[in-house]
């Protein structure tokens, strides 16, 4: 299986923006679809159910008639009290792509299915992929090593080949992935969307501080710290803005810091994947996925001629 057919509507890329915590909202994600990439969000991004419904109710006032398919990220884990409250809303408006993180649950599953959405749960480990499948997703989001915020360590390769042995749906793959050739490598790898998020942190539309965008721009993968201490799950952060909030790079605990409110954290304390090497500058989420979509054109190119 490939990509399913509601998703295909409007794709120019098979490019997912992916949900990030803080950063992607309402501009993204129109500018994402109407761009011909699938522009996705976090549920969480508003503070309340009701502000959720706004974005939705915006982002389809805000579509061009072409444009990409959108979708929504929830965490589906109990401490998340709005996961029954925002999935009624998600039901209500018929989001066409739910993403979901931490718990893959059938009946979550069917109850998107049965209005015709679609279901991509995120993974880390193989033993995960088997649980998400068994519960009936459409798709599965492998975040292998090096990805941006909470990241697996496995090796892209690895993952894609162990996962297809028993998956038959939609593949979708995560970490690094930076460029359109990254793009077109991830499609030869057996996926069938690149999720890329780091890289469309550094977008004109996404809600991040320009020292954050800066600091991108001027990291490089060692740059890059992998660590349970700010959010209790391991996530990837950029040394630099730990040291900036007076965090030791080298003596992290295994465990949580006491750092108050989760969003508070995540605010000054910045996450970005290993892709960051690869990201210059800061630019209109339309440039970018034009530039995408040649440098995706222009690998397949050369990988014809390489292959003569
Ligand atoms: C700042 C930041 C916040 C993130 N927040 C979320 C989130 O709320 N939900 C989620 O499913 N994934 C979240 N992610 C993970 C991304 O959706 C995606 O898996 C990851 O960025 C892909 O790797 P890349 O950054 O190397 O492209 C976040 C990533 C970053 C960088």
Same mark, same amino acid.
């Given at each position: 299986? !490939?990509?399913?057919?509601?998703?295909?509507?409007?794709?120019?890329?098979?490019?997912?923006?992916?949900?990030?915590?803080?950063?992607?909202?309402?501009?993204?994600?129109?500018?994402?679809?109407?761009?011909?990439?699938?522009?996705?969000?976090?549920?969480?991004?508003?503070?309340?159910?009701?502000?959720?419904?706004?974005?939705?109710?915006?982002?389809?006032?805000?579509?061009?008639?072409?444009?990409?398919?959108?979708?929504?990220?929830?965490?589906?884990?109990?401490?998340?009290?709005?996961?029954?409250?925002?999935?009624?809303?998600?039901?209500?408006?018929?989001?066409?792509?739910?993403?979901?993180?931490?718990?893959?649950?059938?009946?979550?599953?069917?109850?998107?299915?049965?209005?015709?959405?679609?279901?991509?749960?995120?993974?880390?480990?193989?033993?995960?992929?088997?649980?998400?499948?068994?519960?009936?997703?459409?798709?599965?989001?492998?975040?292998? *090593?090096?990805?941006?915020?909470?990241? *697996?360590?496995?090796?892209?390769?690895?993952?894609?080949?162990?996962?297809?042995?028993?998956?038959?749906?939609?593949?979708?793959?995560? *970490?690094?992935?930076?460029?359109?050739?990254?793009?077109? !490598?991830?499609?030869?790898?057996?996926?069938?969307?690149?999720?890329?998020?780091?890289?469309?942190?550094?977008?004109?539309?996404?809600?991040?501080?320009?020292?954050?965008?800066?600091?991108?721009?001027?990291?490089?993968?060692?740059?890059?710290?992998?660590?349970?201490?700010?959010?209790?799950?391991?996530?990837?952060?950029?040394?630099?803005?730990?040291?900036?909030?007076?965090?030791?790079?080298?003596?992290?605990?295994?465990?949580?810091?006491?750092?108050?409110?989760?969003?508070?954290?995540?605010?000054?304390?910045?996450?970005?994947?290993?892709?960051?090497?690869?990201?210059?500058?800061?630019?209109?989420?339309?440039?970018?996925?034009?530039?995408?979509?040649?440098?995706?054109?222009?690998?397949?190119?050369?990988?014809?001629?390489?292959?003569?």
């Amino acid at each position: 299986m !490939a990509i399913p057919a509601s998703l295909q509507k409007g794709l120019k890329l098979p490019v997912i923006s992916s949900p990030m915590f803080l950063v992607s909202g309402t501009d993204l994600v129109v500018e994402a679809c109407n761009n011909g990439v699938i522009g996705t969000f976090p549920s969480l991004n508003q503070r309340t159910t009701e502000g959720y419904r706004d974005w939705l109710i915006e982002i389809k006032s805000r579509l061009k008639p072409d444009a990409a398919a959108f979708g929504v990220n929830h965490i589906v884990h109990n401490t998340n009290d709005r996961l029954m409250a925002d999935l009624a809303v998600t039901i209500e408006h018929e989001v066409p792509l739910v993403i979901t993180s931490l718990g893959a649950v059938a009946d979550v599953v069917k109850a998107v299915q049965s209005y015709g959405g679609k279901v991509f749960h995120d993974i880390a480990t193989v033993r995960h992929a088997q649980k998400a499948a068994e519960a009936g997703v459409d798709g599965l989001i492998l975040v292998a *090593g090096g990805a941006g915020g909470h990241a *697996g360590i496995i090796n892209p390769f690895a993952l894609v080949n162990e996962v297809r042995r028993f998956f038959d749906g939609t593949i979708i793959l995560a *970490g690094a992935l930076s460029t359109g050739q990254d793009v077109a !490598a991830a499609l030869m790898m057996g996926a069938d969307f690149a999720y890329m998020g780091t890289r469309f942190i550094n977008t004109t539309e996404a809600q991040a501080d320009a020292a954050y965008q800066a600091m991108i721009i001027d990291s490089g993968a060692t740059d890059i710290v992998h660590t349970p201490a700010v959010s209790g799950i391991p996530a990837n952060f950029m040394v630099k803005s730990l040291i900036d909030n007076g965090i030791d790079p080298k003596s992290l605990p295994s465990h949580k810091l006491d750092m108050g409110e989760e969003a508070k954290a995540w605010k000054t304390i910045w996450s970005a994947g290993h892709g960051v090497g690869s990201i210059h500058d800061v630019l209109p989420t339309a440039k970018l996925i034009e530039r995408l979509t040649d440098e995706f054109s222009q690998a397949c190119l050369d990988f014809d001629t390489k292959r003569r």
